[in-house]
């Protein structure tokens, strides 16, 4: 599944969802569902700066995909926790090329998401996303 089609999906869902409660609700649930990383992985090298929350993001070759990227994530707070799974669930198994070509921040104001975040969870965000296109940007 590409990743055009991985954001369609959560348009779809976010559609259904009546209001931001809702919609939050949905997020964190998402974060909820993480893999745990092992306490060698929450490391001060493996943390995205620019975060006021603690996030830490990993990326390795897929085992699925050839030449694409998987990620793997945690975060100490719950919205960003759901934001990271989000971030997760578009680009593992994406090669770096198509990583690099998708526009997610128009994808965050199409579902609505940029406007209702806070300020500090809107930078943190951000900081996610050029740390997955740094990553994919290194194997490109």
Do not use: H
């Amino acid at each position: 599944m590409t990743i055009e089609d991985r954001a369609k999906a959560v348009e779809t869902d976010f559609a259904l969802l009546e209001d931001w409660e809702s919609r939050f609700s949905y997020i964190i649930d998402l974060g909820r569902n993480l893999s745990p990383m092992t306490p060698e992985e929450l490391c001060e090298a493996n943390r995205v700066k620019g975060c006021s929350s603690q996030v830490w993001l990993v990326s390795s070759p897929s085992e699925t995909v050839p030449g694409a990227l998987a990620f793997r994530g945690a975060s100490d707070a719950l919205i960003v926790g759901g934001l990271t799974a989000l971030l997760i669930g578009l680009y593992s198994d994406q090669k770096p090329e198509d990583i690099l070509a998708f526009d997610a921040e128009a994808f965050f104001q199409r579902i609505g998401v940029a406007e209702a975040l806070t300020p500090q969870r809107s930078n943190g965000l951000k900081s996610m996303l050029a740390r997955i296109r740094a990553e994919a940007g290194a194997k490109a």
